[in-house]
Nanobody
Framework: QVQPVESGGGLVQAGGSLRLSCVAS????????MGWFRQAPGKERDIVAH????????YYADSVKGRFTISRDNAKNTVYLQMNSLKPEDTAVYYC?????????WGQGTQVTVSS
């Protein structure tokens, strides 16, 4: 089992944008609903968005609706999260996983820090 690899995080000012990428392994990737999750310091890990295997159905947490866009490229085994109009409260480590998440499939995550 190879863990997913997230990238694209960084430090950005409020109002800025970042695009996160997650390369996931496995021959079944194309058939899985994939999600982005985040964990802020001292808080639980929460779902941010998820996308079905065909990319035709998406879900967004209320806190990111209208600002974040999830997408996927099955040919590249990659899931993306475009984050616009970032706010300081978006600061967290961002992870991708199947949805619902598998406990043995968490990667290292990518840190997103939004300064005010």
């Amino acid at each position: 089992q190879v863990q997913p690899v997230e990238s694209g995080g960084g430090l950005v000012q409020a109002g800025g944008s970042l695009r996160l990428s997650c390369v996931a392994s496995g021959r079944t990737f194309n058939y899985l609903t994939m999600g982005w999750f985040r964990q802020a310091p001292g808080k639980e890990r929460d779902i941010v968005a998820h996308i079905n295997w065909r990319g035709t159905s998406t879900y967004y947490a209320d806190s990111v609706k209208g600002r974040f866009t999830i997408s996927r490229d099955n040919a590249k085994n990659t899931v993306y999260l475009q984050m616009n109009s970032l706010k300081p409260e978006d600061t967290a480590v961002y992870y991708c996983n199947q949805h619902p998440p598998r406990s043995d499939y968490w990667g290292q995550g990518t840190q997103v820090t939004v300064s005010s």
